[in-house]
């Protein structure tokens, strides 16, 4: 019986790796993405904490110097929001490109799988043809009935 080639399966495998480099590649932005939100977060944050003590120490009665001071800093925050923001915007687009990109890897290689699953099916079939009809040629043989 004759064993089952595949003659594409170094194309399959290089498709199994180019999709795994593709999840490891989603994996990273995804990372890198939670990380400029986190950042997002924690200067949103320190923003407002700025703003509520800011009003606080105006309300009590605050330097000017400090005030300004203090609305400048206010200022830098809001500055650093919007840059990590668009950093953000920039980020999901990545994620979003890349998912398109392993979904495309992950059909290329179930396709070619498919198409070795098919030639298996094929393969196995005429194997078994070639074994019965050998089979029902011995059978023959021995009753004597000749080819």
Sequence with gaps: MKQFQFKLDPVLKYRRHREQKARMDLAEARMACEKIRSRFDDV?????????????DSQEGIAAGR???CQNFVSRLERELTSVQSDLKKQ????????????????????????????????????ETELQKSSDELVLIRKGGGI
């Design 44 to 56: 949103w944050h320190e923003k407002k904490q700025m703003q509520a003590q800011l009003k606080k």
């Design 67 to 69: 005030y300004l001071a």
């Design 92 to 127: 999901e687009e990545k994620v979003q490109v890349l998912r398109s990109q392993l979904k495309q890897q992950y059909i290329e290689k179930e396709s070619l799988e498919g198409l070795k699953t098919t030639h298996a099916g094929i393969h196995k079939k005429q194997v």
